[in-house]
Each structure stands twice: as C-alpha cells, then as structure tokens.
C-alpha cells in the first residue's frame, strides 16, 4: 500500500523511497517483527485465559509432559503478523503477493480448525480428519497449480521444472505440473507441521528459508541480475521478497516467545500455512527443488516418519529410530531439547549457504 506513496515523489523526493523492493521489505520486516514483539504478550495472556493450551501426545517423549498446558495457535499472531506487514508494505496489485497471501490465509483457516477442535476435546488427536485435511491441502496444491499452468510465472519456462547447478536443464511436465504443485504444497506444508515439536525448531527453521527465498525471489523478479546468473525470470516476483521479509520478521517476533521454555506454541495455524507459503513460493520462482535443499531439516523430518512408519507395518514393529519425527530420535537418544534445536537450526544454515552456491554454479 506505501509503495504508491511513490507517485508523488515529485512533491517530496524522499517518497521515491517507497518504489524500492529493498527498502519496503526492510519495513515489512521490521514492522511484522514490532508486530509480534508487541501482541505476542497480550495474546499468551488471552489464550491462557481461555485455556487453549497443548495437549501432550502420550506416546511421546515424557519430558514434554510437562509442556502440556502451554497455550497453542501462535501461528494468529505470526499469521496477524505477516499479513498486517504485507499489506503495508507490498504491492496489492502483484498476483504473487495475492496468491501467496490467500494460500497462506487458506491453510491457516484449516489449522486453526484443527487446533480448536484438538483444544474443544481436550486430546492431542481430537483435531479435524487426517484424510479431510489432506484433501483441503490437495485442493489448495490443484487450484494454485491449474492458475500456475494457465497463467505460468514466465511463459518461456511453461510447466518445467528447473535443476539446479546444471546449465540449461530443465524436465518438460506438461499436465504433470500439476502433480508437482501436490507434491510441493502439500509436502512443504506437512514438513513444517511435523517439524514443529521443539520449542523454537520450526520457527528458526523457517527463518533461515523465508530469507534464503527472499534473495531467490529479488534475483528472479531482476531481468538483468536473473539474466546474469542463469535464474529463470519472472517479472514482479521481486515483490515475494517484500512478503518472505514480513514472514522472516514475524517468526523471529515469534521466536521470542516461543524460545526454550516456549511460552506459546504455534499450533497448526502457524505450521501449515507457513509450510505452505514456502511451498507456493518456490512454485512461483520455478525453485522447487531448490525448496528440497533450503528445507532440507523438513525434508528429513518427513522422511523419518514416512521410514519410521513403513519398518513398522514392514518390518513387523521394527523401528529405524528411537522415535519419529527425527528430532525426537535424537532427544531420547539422550541430546538436551536445545542442543538438538540449535544443532537442526545450523544445518538449517549451511543447507541455506549450498543452495545459494547454486546461483553460481550451473
């Protein structure tokens, strides 16, 4: 909304401020983070009145028995948070900033949903159906990936998708696009949700990827600097990175509440939109595998479950972990909660600094 202050640049030349990329998404960034710093309080304080807090699973660790109670649906406050930003500071004309925001509001409906029926009947699997949420995600993944199909980012780059550090080589998809959009929406989006079982994980987690995709997109989105470094253009992309900057500010507001001990959890209204996001975004600057490797710690926290399920039905109960999801393996293997969530949050950076060696190396 500030950015068409810049029109009237030619009445006070410091408005012209507002046409750059650069300085709106260091407003949004600050204004999400001031956002969640100042009704991060007010809203614990509310939920703790209501007694919306946590239900522990029984299955498990037993250390986090004692986190029960802990008010849940943060994710109000980083959602309240990342809109609010956007609104200000991104261009309400972009369709990026429209599809990503709506995608983001969506899911954000569907955890809430869940996280209040959990709180209504008082037990951890009291949510809304595994199968009807897969089937909301799914419906979101086809809907953003038919308009993505019609309306493609960059026309030239139709239903491709790109690999990364090799030059020129990109796989034709076709109606497969579709079910690539699925993949990526839906994985992205319940990675994050399983990734968010230690206080302060998935939000430093995602942190870390919001800004590594904030640089992709401001790449993308300029015709000159994604022309040098071989990235795919994609005119008005560069207003995601107004987006990703109000997102990275509102989960580090976030963060500081929800750092060891957490004082508030953000619950599925947080996990699932924010996943999702991810997801639309990499969709939006066709940098999808380039996802897998930024969200390499939720890759490998889906990937523990779906291994830890399958030796179980497989292998007649044998387990491959302690316990699933991966941070869980390591926190009854014996490491502390918050060694276990800096040592994911550092992994988390050096994944991010190998796929930013990609914008050389093709």
């Known amino acids: 909304m500030l950015y068409f202050l810049s029109q009237w640049r030619d009445l006070f030349s410091p408005l012209n401020l507002f046409q750059y990329i650069t300085f709106r998404s260091g407003g949004a960034f600050l204004t999400a983070l001031g956002f969640s710093l100042l009704f991060g309080g007010p809203l614990i304080r509310f939920l703790t009145r209501l007694k919306m807090g946590q239900s522990i699973r029984e299955y498990g660790p037993q250390s986090h028995m004692k986190k029960a109670g802990t008010p849940t649906m943060g994710g109000l406050l980083i959602l309240g948070a990342i809109l609010s930003a956007t609104a200000l500071w991104a261009r309400p004309d972009n369709r990026f900033v429209v599809l990503v925001s709506g995608a983001m509001a969506y899911l954000a409906v569907i955890g809430f949903l869940d996280d209040y029926r959990k709180w209504l ?3 951890p699997a009291g949510g809304l159906s595994r199968i009807f949420k897969l089937n909301a995600q799914i419906a979101l993944a086809l809907g953003v990936g038919l308009y993505l199909y019609f309306f493609p980012p960059n026309a030239q780059f139709a239903h491709r998708l790109m690999v990364p550090y090799m030059k020129n080589v ?3 998809l076709g109606w497969g696009y579709l079910l690539l959009a699925a993949l990526v929406i839906v994985g992205s989006s319940n990675a994050v949700n399983l990734t968010d079982g230690l206080d302060g994980l998935a939000s430093g987690t995602i942190l870390v990827s919001a800004l590594s995709f904030a640089i992709f997109a401001y790449l993308a989105g300029n015709a000159r600097l994604s022309q040098y470094l071989r990235l795919v253009p994609v005119p008005g992309a560069g207003e995601l990175t ?5 997102l990275g500010g509102a989960v580090l507001g976030f963060l500081w509440f929800n750092a060891h001990p957490a004082e508030i959890f953000m619950g599925d209204t947080g996990s699932l939109p924010l996943g999702g996001a991810l997801g639309v975004v990499a969709l939006c600057l066709h940098q999808e ?6 969200g390499g710690i939720f890759v490998a926290e889906a990937v523990s479950v779906l291994l830890q399920i399958g030796s179980v039905r497989l292998r ?3 387990r491959v972990f302690h316990m699933a999801p991966l941070h869980h393996h390591f926190e009854v293997g014996g490491l502390p909660e918050t060694k276990v969530t800096i040592r994911f949050w550092i992994v988390a950076v050096v994944l991010a600094l ?4 990609s914008l050389k190396i093709r």
């Open 121 to 123: 009947l008082k037990h």
């Open 242 to 246: 107004v987006v990703l900057a109000a």
């Open 170 to 172: 990109q796989l034709a």
């Open 354 to 357: 190998l796929a930013m060696t």
């Open 289 to 294: 595998l380039i996802l897998v490797l930024v």
């Open 316 to 318: 007649g109960g044998k």
